[in-house]
C-alpha cells in the first residue's frame, strides 16, 4: 500500500508554455500532499504544501502565481508551472501523507523531469 | 548556514568495506532524523529513522548527537546494490529538510 503515482514522467516544452503535474496517491487517501522541486546536484527543496480543498502554503522564495497548486480531492493534487522558463527545468516531486498520519511519514511519486528550451 | 550539511562525496569503495557518512544540522528543535536513499533520476526512499540510542538494520546502522547537532550512517559489507546518494533529513517546523546528499559508488 501507500503508492504514489506521477505523470507525466517527463515532459519537454517550449518556453512561455505552462505544464501541468499530476499526483496522484493510488490506494490511500492524502488529506495532505508535498511537492518538491531538485536541481541537479541539489537537495530536495519544499515548494508547498497543499491540504485537500484549502489553498496551499508555499515556502519562502516559491512564487505562488507561477506554481500553481490545486488540491481539489483527497487522491489528486496538480501542479500548473506557467509561462515556464529554462531555469524552470528541474525534477519535481510530490509525496502525500495519509490522513491522521505523521507529517513524518510522506510518501513519494516517483518523481517529473521538465525540460524547458 | 545550511539547515543541514553532508560531504557531497563521492565515496569510492570496493565491495566490502565498511564505510561512514556524517551530517550535521543547525536546528537544535530538530524533533525526528531520517536517512534517505536516492537512485539517480529517482525519488528518496526513507532508508531508516535515526534515533539517539542509534539504530541498527542489517548492514546499516544510524546514530543521533544532539549535543553536536549531528547525525552519522554506518555501512557494513558493502554491496554494489549500495551505490546511491544517500540524504539526511530532518524535520522542523513540520516539513521535512533534505541535506544535498552524499554519493556513495561501490566498486567490485
Redo the contacts between chains.
Keep these: 500500500g501507500a503508492v504514489v503515482s506521477q505523470h507525466p514522467s517527463r515532459v519537454i516544452c517550449k518556453s512561455g508554455t505552462s505544464v501541468k503535474i499530476e499526483c496522484r496517491s493510488l490506494d490511500f487517501q492524502a488529506t495532505t500532499m508535498f511537492w518538491y522541486r531538485q536541481f541537479p546536484k541539489q537537495s530536495l527543496m519544499l515548494m508547498a504544501t497543499s491540504n485537500e480543498g484549502s489553498k496551499a502554503t508555499y515556502e519562502q522564495g516559491v512564487e505562488k502565481d507561477k506554481f500553481l497548486i490545486n488540491h481539489a480531492s483527497l487522491t489528486l493534487s496538480t501542479l500548473t508551472v506557467t509561462s515556464a522558463h529554462p531555469e524552470d527545468s528541474s525534477f519535481y516531486i510530490c509525496s502525500a501523507r495519509k490522513g491522521g498520519g505523521s507529517y513524518n511519514e510522506q510518501f513519494f511519486g516517483p518523481g517529473t523531469r521538465l525540460t524547458v528550451l | 548556514r545550511k539547515e543541514?550539511e553532508q560531504d557531497?562525496g563521492p565515496f569510492n569503495v570496493p565491495e566490502g568495506a565498511t564505510v561512514a557518512f556524517n551530517c550535521t544540522y543547525s536546528n537544535s528543535a530538530s524533533q525526528?532524523f531520517?536517512w534517505y536513499r536516492q537512485d539517480c533520476?529517482?525519488?528518496?526512499?526513507l532508508l531508516m529513522s535515526v534515533y539517539s540510542s542509534g539504530n541498527e538494520d542489517g548492514r546499516f546502522t544510524a546514530q543521533l548527537n544532539r549535543a553536536s547537532q549531528y547525525i552519522s550512517l554506518l555501512i557494513r559489507d558493502s554491496k554494489l546494490s549500495d551505490s546511491a546518494t544517500y540524504?539526511c533529513v530532518e524535520?522542523g517546523f513540520?516539513?521535512?529538510?533534505?541535506?544535498?546528499?552524499t554519493r556513495l559508488l561501490v566498486s567490485p
Design positions: 543541514v557531497p525526528s531520517f533520476r529517482k525519488e528518496p526512499k540524504l524535520t513540520q516539513k521535512l529538510v533534505f541535506g544535498t546528499g
